[in-house]
Nanobody, 119 residues
Framework: QVQLVESGGGLVQAGGSLRLSCAASGRTFSSYVVGWFRQAPGKEREFVAAIRRSGGSTYYADTVKGRFTISRDNAKNTVYLQMNSLKPEDTAVYYC????????????WGQGTQVTVSS
């Protein structure tokens, strides 16, 4: 069992930056692949970024590649999402997810954190 708590969301102007954190409970956090997903109003939840257990491999949606960076600190049971050059279309609730594989078939989910980017 893993419990995930996101933080770091807020209101920022276009071009600004935010860093989201996903803090996990449980001593086996390092055995999970962790990802960030987002859901904008009226849209389906979509993949944003993911990171493998050791942090050696990362994956990004094309829409955020070059602007967002995912990282993890297994000693702190925390995964981060650094978001730079934010755009209004990045506005969404951002969710952290943990699963055994990159497929995220049945992940543990956090409660989400709101990110709003004003133009």
């Amino acid at each position: 069992q893993v419990q995930l708590v996101e933080s770091g969301g807020g209101l920022v102007q276009a071009g600004g930056s935010l860093r989201l954190s996903c803090a996990a409970s449980g001593r086996t956090f390092s055995s999970y692949v962790v990802g960030w997903f987002r859901q904008a109003p009226g849209k389906e939840r979509e993949f944003v970024a993911a990171i493998r257990r050791s942090g050696g491999s990362t994956y990004y949606a094309d829409t955020v590649k070059g602007r967002f960076t995912i990282s993890r600190d297994n000693a702190k049971n925390t995964v981060y999402l650094q978001m730079n050059s934010l755009k209004p279309e990045d506005t969404a609730v951002y969710y952290c997810a943990a699963d055994g594989t990159l497929s995220f078939v049945r992940p543990y989910w956090g409660q989400g954190t709101q990110v709003t980017v004003s133009s």
